[in-house]
């Protein structure tokens, strides 16, 4: 699975968007990119995943560059609930279910 | 739906102890895998499940044991209880295909004197 990078932490005022970079410049043809967060040690969150086009859903958006090197989790109007890690991770549908986690990217919202 | 559900959520331990950490889910999914989460790190594998009777291991193995003789359930054994092995366990359920997408328990804070 290709190896990802991501800020350690970054701010957001509540209310405005959130834009999440994650860098996985050694992506292979066949690897989705995943995003899931956890809030405050709770379980980690499925949020939404894509291959190559832009995704959307009742969550959030992801934007994934034309060659794939990089994408950017967008949540359009950030809560104060959205404070969390959030976790860019990328890998092949290889039929095991197990997903290698990285360092994440802690976002703090303030109000 | 319970979705995925671990027992205990807290336990104690003495070094050497051994126990099982539960993890049951009811969705019928295939995927069944166990991580441990260190205080300020990211979540690392354990061992995971494709299947019943199927099992193989992650990242970090060493000092667990697992086995799946149901769909429904994933136990986790610490062999003998380490200071190390004071962590927090998360355990996640999939389905097979190409979403795979993990739906996590709430864990267990297991700390090893």
């Known amino acids: 699975d290709a190896k990802t990078t991501q800020p350690p932490s970054m701010d957001c005022a509540e209310g405005r968007a959130a834009n999440l970079p994650c860098n996985h410049s050694t992506i292979s043809g066949n690897e989705y990119v995943y995003w899931y967060r956890q809030i405050h040690s709770q379980g980690p969150q499925y949020i939404i995943h894509g291959l190559k086009n832009n995704e959307t859903n009742e969550m959030a958006s992801l934007i994934i560059t034309e060659d794939r090197k990089s994408s950017t989790l967008i949540l359009p109007h950030a809560t104060l609930r959205d404070t969390a890690v959030y976790y860019c991770?990328?890998?092949?549908?290889?039929?095991?279910?197990?997903?290698?986690f990285g360092q994440g990217t802690t976002l703090q919202v303030k109000p | 739906n319970a979705g995925v559900t671990q027992t205990p959520k807290f336990q104690v331990l003495k070094t050497g102890q051994s126990m099982t950490l539960q993890c049951a889910q009811d969705?019928?999914?295939?995927?069944m895998s166990w991580y441990r989460q260190d205080p300020g790190m990211g979540l690392r594998l354990i061992h995971y499940s494709v299947g019943a009777g199927i099992t193989d291991q992650g990242e970090v193995p060493n000092g667990y044991n697992v086995s799946r003789s149901t769909t429904e359930d994933f136990p986790l054994r610490l062999l003998s209880a380490a200071p190390s092995q004071t962590s927090v366990y998360f355990c996640?359920?999939?389905?097979?295909?190409?979403?795979?997408?993990?739906?996590f328990g709430s864990g267990t804070q297991l700390s090893v004197l």
């Open positions: 991770i990328v890998r092949v549908s290889s039929n095991t279910g197990k997903l290698i």
């Open positions: 996640a359920s999939s389905s097979r295909g190409v979403n795979e997408k993990l739906f």
């Open positions: 969705m019928n999914h295939e995927y």
